[in-house]
């Protein structure tokens, strides 16, 4: 496998299963980890991040052969990608906009059915996450867990007895761990309750972030939703945090859904019909519009207004219509008119007639 291998396919966090999985498009845990013998990574030299790169690659290798890593992995040298190629892998998910735009030594593991990846000198040495499909923190936090297992056996984590594992940033200082949720929210957005539910989220200390986690925007009514807060509790207290909140959110976004279906059928009707019409039809389209679009088009699926068209296209769609997927589909490097033309053609030829199947992609 290679990472072209990569680009036809959908991860994991896109199969549309999974509990809730018509709200909640994915679980996500990731755990910050740092060698002790190493100063953390804004403090070392390139002959630092090299052996850092070196021996942490080694071992994971070696816990890969061994045949313990739960299926087959793919190693990534980030350094020696092209700008496409990164910017791809951050828009599956599978390594941070950071440590795409970072310089120096640094790589990425990543299971071939992308159900986890080991981001190796991210801000920290090492920087592991699971994602799953639908709302299953439970599932995720056990295969993260024996991964977590399996590294600690090779190598030193740094560790304080009183403070816990230490992390470059302070806010990941103790257990390292943040818990995510990535939810589609379009009727809480439509009836403007959006905002009184994440005030209610920042006073018991959650965060709310974009598609792509931190420092980006919320696009398309889709929100990670992820603990503050990493010192003083366990791994799986933060996750039960989490957990507990989500069937709320997903409680309030299913009452908002069904005070549109029964205040105003057919303004939501004309919405999710137009935004189909639109991306069935459109000759060029931005990104931007492409996901707000699919988002209504999400909604009328599971509201039984949109048939014949499974979730996992649409999910797929969101991920395939981005920039460098798109360049990588088409196999030429496109500005960003000529994606807009790409992206519209792409859309027209997985949501008409006979291509909404996912057999068909």
């Not at 936090?141 to 190598?155: G, K």
């Not at 991306?279 to 009328?300: C, D, K, P, W």
Request: with cysteine; glycine share 6%.
């Amino acid at each position: 496998m290679n990472l072209e291998d990569l680009v036809s396919s959908s991860g994991e966090w896109l199969r549309g299963s999974g509990p809730e999985s018509d709200i909640v498009v994915s679980s996500r845990i990731r755990l910050a980890r740092n060698l002790a013998d190493f100063p953390f990574i804004s403090r070392t030299t390139e002959s630092d991040r090299a052996e850092i790169e070196r021996i942490l690659h080694s071992q994971l290798q070696a816990i890969q052969d061994a045949g313990k890593a739960p299926g087959d992995a793919l190693y990534l040298n980030v350094t020696d990608l092209a700008e496409v190629d990164r910017q791809f892998l951050v828009e599956r998910q599978l390594i941070s906009r950071e440590h795409a735009e970072s310089e120096g030594a640094r790589s990425v593991v990543i299971d071939c059915s992308e159900r986890y990846s080991v981001m190796i000198n991210e801000e920290d040495h090492l920087r592991i996450q699971v994602m799953h499909s639908g709302l299953d923190l439970e599932a995720a936090w056990e295969r993260i867990n024996t991964i977590d297992d399996l590294i600690e056996e090779q190598v030193n984590y740094a560790f304080n007895e009183k403070l816990g594992y230490l992390t470059a940033c302070p806010t990941n200082v103790g257990t390292g761990v943040r818990v995510s949720v990535m939810l589609h929210l379009p009727a809480l957005v439509i009836t403007r309750q959006i905002e009184k539910v994440f005030k209610s989220l920042q006073k018991i200390n959650l965060a709310v972030r974009g598609l792509y986690g931190e420092g980006s925007q919320a696009t398309g009514d889709f929100y990670q939703i992820s603990n503050q807060v990493t010192l003083g509790q366990t791994e799986e207290e933060l996750a039960k945090k989490v957990a507990d909140v989500v069937p709320v959110l997903i409680s309030y976004e299913r009452q908002a859904r069904e005070f549109l279906i029964h205040e105003s059928q057919e303004t939501l009707h004309d919405r999710v019909s137009r935004a189909f019409g639109i991306l069935r039809t459109a000759q060029t389209i931005s990104s931007e519009e492409t996901l707000h679009l699919l988002s209504s088009v999400r909604m009328g699926i599971n509201l039984g207004l949109i048939g014949d068209l499974p979730i996992p296209t649409i999910n797929k769609l969101l991920i395939h219509t981005q920039p460098a997927h798109l360049q990588k589909l088409s196999g030429n490097e496109l500005d960003a008119t000529d994606r807009n033309i790409e992206r519209a053609s792409y859309l027209r030829e997985h949501l008409n007639s006979g291509n909404a199947d996912p057999s068909n992609n």
